[in-house]
């Protein structure tokens, strides 16, 4: 393939290399001869492409550079920005699939014939794929331009992979690299939404953003229509699903405002999956007051996402099932109770599912689905409402490309295989028999009668009974049995009074600050220990790791994190792995941490924001290491402050020289009062356990007085 102009960042050279960051800026500062910066801005540099490949073959760090980085530089750095290189390159990928005998012809001609010479194949290919009225303009020959190497290169990788997973590798490493940009709905949700909406033939999203939700339809649907406000978004998704799709299927996406101008007003869908645009205030209420979509009642200014939950009923054929992400605030403002209701009294509404907070964006709610059904005239509207939660269907951890949280980061992601046992397995019954028998903490089919009061709230968690009922005193008794052995042994474990160390013979000697003092950095520097910072690293596909996060570390509790995936086509590179006997530290926080791995985590990953120090264990005790680096003056010694935040040295933490045997005396010491502190922490868990379950087992019934 031509070289072309492209730049790379720092973290696309690390990338290129399949090191570290630090490894590059190391390189920079060693190297005269490394490539200078083309572009960019003093603290993050751009460099040129080619400049860099040949500067790392030269060095003997790269054979190749990988295909797909190629490309995606490409489409990173071309002049009309990613968004119109995805297009360019998402149309030359329909054409190389769609015309295969035409592309070898088109290929030969050089760079400027062939900007010239695209422009009317590609308008065939568009026209013949998504007619004349679409979302996806035929680009022209001075647009293509400089889309010439890119249109190649994609070509290329489409050879190796396939246009598809070509287009859908180039798709996600510019949604990862603009996560705040766009709203995405992850796999898992977008699966158990299509899984609820069941086979359909012809489904519509009204708010398709990158096509997510129809991606996920696909597997059954012939025909897929979608819109999105936004014109980019919607070539996108249509490029997306015609290259996820044979040939036959009909893929119909369109820009506009759908609550204004509905693309789509004839269209009666077997099933409309929608993930729309929460909290809206601007969404066309003055305009629409006398829309007929508004069947079950106009929507409030406040209530944009039950405009949503009508426009979506209103182009379902009868019979047809809707699913659409909400807030939970749609279940119980007071401002919707009337819609909610009349939702409720015709049948249109079947389900609410209450989802783990991390599900969608925004990550911090759990959010709901909404599955609603067109009544068809005539039948008798059902006389329950089912209600499902699923908010203890979580794992710690992270989030890969379309996750809820940062790689390497602590927050709590779904367990979605979990989930979508739970929902399917309670929605496929009701479905069926139009009630469900009840489990407590997780479904229960309502009586539509007991929700039309003056809220008519329908958060799920309100009408379900707790878990607890289902446990009950025995339940109860035997954490207390846990409890009372963990305070035997928490006494048992109770250090003994402190001695004076002066009067010890054979002791250290002196107090603390007379003893000959070292640092960690100055171990690493002499080999008595090695220091690592963690949060680089990918998985390899299919091959999940575990990830010990900073939070793991601050709490004492196992790995919780996932390792994220290394992209598709990209090498995984390796991570720091724990072992037996290493310390980590984590150094965000304002405290000095330091835990000794056990066997349980040892294999895990590390996190970001935590540093293994990993000691020779014929020069330094693990655990003398950890508990001194734990003391409280090592905090002051060590802290550094940025902006609100404090983060720690791990360099600069201190410990004094002592022999290896005097070491050990302080590391049995030291891991006594770790066992200990573990069992403190044990039976404060058990504590509030107990506490709680007799308040609610007195409260429901469950224990008595």
């Known amino acids: 393939m031509p070289e072309s102009a492209a730049e790379v960042t720092a973290a696309g050279i690390a990338r290129l290399a399949g090191v570290g960051r630090a490894a590059v800026s190391n390189w920079r500062r060693r190297h005269a001869d490394f490539p200078r910066p083309v572009g960019g801005t003093e603290t993050s540099p751009s460099f040129a492409l080619a400049d860099v490949e040949a500067w790392l073959r030269a060095q003997g760090k790269l054979a190749e550079v990988p295909l797909g980085e190629r490309v995606w530089q490409q489409v990173a750095a071309h002049p009309a920005g990613a968004v119109t290189a995805l297009v360019h390159a998402g149309c030359a990928l329909l054409l190389v699939r769609d015309r295969a005998g035409a592309w070898p012809a088109l290929a030969a001609a050089p760079d400027d014939r062939l900007a010239e010479l695209l422009p009317v194949p590609l308008e065939e290919t568009l026209t013949e794929r998504f007619g004349v ?35 859908e590798f180039l798709l996600g490493r510019h949604l990862d690299a603009n996560p705040r940009q766009y709203t995405l709905t992850p796999p898992g949700p977008a699966a158990l939404m299509a899984a609820l909406a069941g086979p359909a033939d012809s489904v519509l999203d009204p708010a398709c953003g990158t096509g997510a939700l129809l991606r996920a339809a696909a597997r059954t649907a012939t025909a897929l229509h979608g819109q999105d406000a936004d014109r980019d978004l919607a070539a996108l998704c249509a490029l997306r699903l ?76 009868p019979g047809g099932t809707a699913v659409l992400l909400m807030p939970p605030a749609a279940a119980s403002r007071r401002s919707g109770r009337r819609i909610r209701a009349d939702l409720l009294r015709r049948g249109a509404l079947r389900a609410v599912v209450a989802l783990p907070a991390g599900a969608a964006p925004p990550y911090g709610i759990p959010l709901h689905l909404w599955v609603l059904r067109r009544p068809v005239p005539g039948e008798r509207p059902p006389a329950e409402l089912l209600l499902v939660d699923t908010a203890t269907e979580a794992t710690a951890g992270t989030a890969g490309t379309t996750g809820a949280a940062a790689p390497g980061g602590g927050g709590r992601r779904p367990d979605w295989t979990a989930v979508e046992t739970a929902v399917l397995g309670a929605w496929r019954p009701f479905l069926q028999d139009g009630t469900l028998a009840e489990t407590p903490g ?78 960690v950095g100055e171990l690493a520097r002499a080999g008595a220990l090695t220091l690592h910072a963690g949060g680089a690293g990918a998985a390899r596909p299919g091959t999940p790791v575990r990830l010990l996060t900073d939070t793991d570390v601050l709490a004492a509790q196992p790995p919780s994190g996932t390792l994220p995936e290394a992209p598709p086509g990209e090498p995984a590179e390796d991570p720091v792995l724990l072992a037996v006997g290493d310390v980590v530290v984590p150094v965000l926080g304002g405290g000095a941490v330091a835990r000794v791995v056990d066997p349980a985590t040892a294999g895990a990953a590390l996190g970001r924001n935590v540093h293994l120090l990993r000691p020779d264990p014929a020069a330094v005790d693990p655990w003398f290491l950890a508990g001194f680096l734990r003391a409280t003056a090592n905090k002051r010694q060590a802290s550094s402050y940025a902006s609100t935040a404090t983060r720690l040295d791990v360099r600069r933490l201190q410990l004094p020289r002592l022999p290896l045997a005097e070491q050990r005396r302080y590391g049995a010491r030291f891991r006594a009062l770790a066992e200990f502190e573990e069992a403190l922490r044990l039976a404060g868990r058990l504590g509030e356990q107990l506490v709680q379950g007799m308040y609610d087992g007195l409260a429901d019934g469950t224990v008595a007085p």
Do not use: K, M
């Open 133 to 167: 009225d679409r979302a996806v303009r035929t680009p022209t020959a001075a647009d293509l331009a400089p889309s010439v190497p890119l249109v190649r290169g994609a070509a290329e990788l489409a050879a190796e992979s396939g246009p598809g997973e070509a287009f």
């Open 242 to 317: 015609a290259l996820a799709t044979d040939r036959g299927a009909d893929v119909r996406v369109l820009p506009g405002d759908t609550l204004r101008a509905d693309a789509f007003p004839a269209l009666a869908a077997d099933a409309v999956l929608c993930h729309p645009p929460f909290n809206e205030r601007n969404w066309g209420h003055d305009e629409l007051a006398y829309d007929p979509r508004w069947e079950y009642g106009f929507p409030a200014r406040t209530e944009s996402e039950l405009a949503w939950v009508q426009h979506a009923l209103a182009r379902v054929r």
């Open 442 to 519: 997780e479904s229960r089919s309502v009586p539509v009668i007991e929700l039309l009061d003056d809220d008519v709230d329908l958060a799920p968690a309100r009408h379900l009974p707790p878990p607890a009922a289902a446990e009950g005193a025995a339940q109860l008794a035997g954490v207390r049995e846990r409890l009372t052995e963990t305070l035997r042994r928490t006494r048992e474990l109770t250090p003994p009074p402190a001695a004076d160390p002066a009067g010890v013979p054979g002791s250290a000697g002196l107090p603390g600050p007379h003893r000959t003092a070292t640092t």
